[in-house]
């Protein structure tokens, strides 16, 4: 009989470390998760001066466009939670959407390289950030899983494990289908 006590005592001991160990792997998968959009937001955040710079020459372009997009750019950079970033960088987006459609009006501001040069760099980096963010969500996601199943949910509490908050769209202008027509001419009138 205490053979048969030893091998529960065992098995519940490494089932007891495997539950902590890997609760612990996944808390810092998604922690690097995290960083990971981070160094992505702050490679945006770092493009943006060098956006408004490049436009203030323009005297004709829209004062108010501009300090839109620095007030988004500066709150964005104060968001401290994953809730707060996902809609401060929402609407920094929307600013940046504003900002590039008033920017097409200006003839001399569409057809300086350095502002395609910035847009490009923009684009790619705001795909960047959308593949972080869903390598982010699928490794909180796991992480959260894993805390809610038996037997890790015994131990969840030693790992200090408490659930990670997923990137959610905030803003309803995020969820809303756009538009495209793709039509070569005039629309006919009926």
């Given at each position: 009989?205490?053979?048969v006590a030893l091998v529960v005592v065992i098995v519940v001991g490494l089932l007891v470390v495997s539950s902590y160990n890997g609760l612990i792997a996944l808390k810092n998968y998604?922690?690097?998760?995290w960083k990971q959009i981070d160094v992505q937001l702050k490679r945006r955040h770092d493009l943006i001066p060098n956006l408004v710079n490049t436009v203030k020459g323009s005297?004709?372009?829209?004062k108010g466009t501009l300090e839109a997009v620095v007030a988004a750019r500066a709150k964005a950079m104060s968001a401290t939670t994953v809730g707060q970033t996902a809609a401060a960088e929402g609407?920094?987006?929307?600013a940046l959407g504003k900002f590039f459609a008033v920017a097409e009006a200006y003839p001399d501001l569409k057809s300086s390289t350095n502002i395609g040069s910035l847009q490009e760099e923009l684009a790619s980096t705001e795909n960047k950030i959308s593949f972080a963010r869903q390598a982010y969500n699928d490794m909180a996601t796991?992480?959260?899983t894993k805390q809610m199943q038996f037997p890790t949910n015994l131990v969840a509490g030693l790992a200090k494990a408490s659930p990670a908050e997923l990137w959610?769209?905030?803003d309803d202008k995020e969820r809303e289908v756009v538009n495209?027509?793709?039509s070569m001419g005039p629309k006919p009138t009926a």
């Open positions: 009989m205490p053979i998604t922690v690097n998760a005297m004709e372009f829209e609407a920094l987006s929307g796991k992480y959260n959610e769209i905030t495209v027509d793709l």
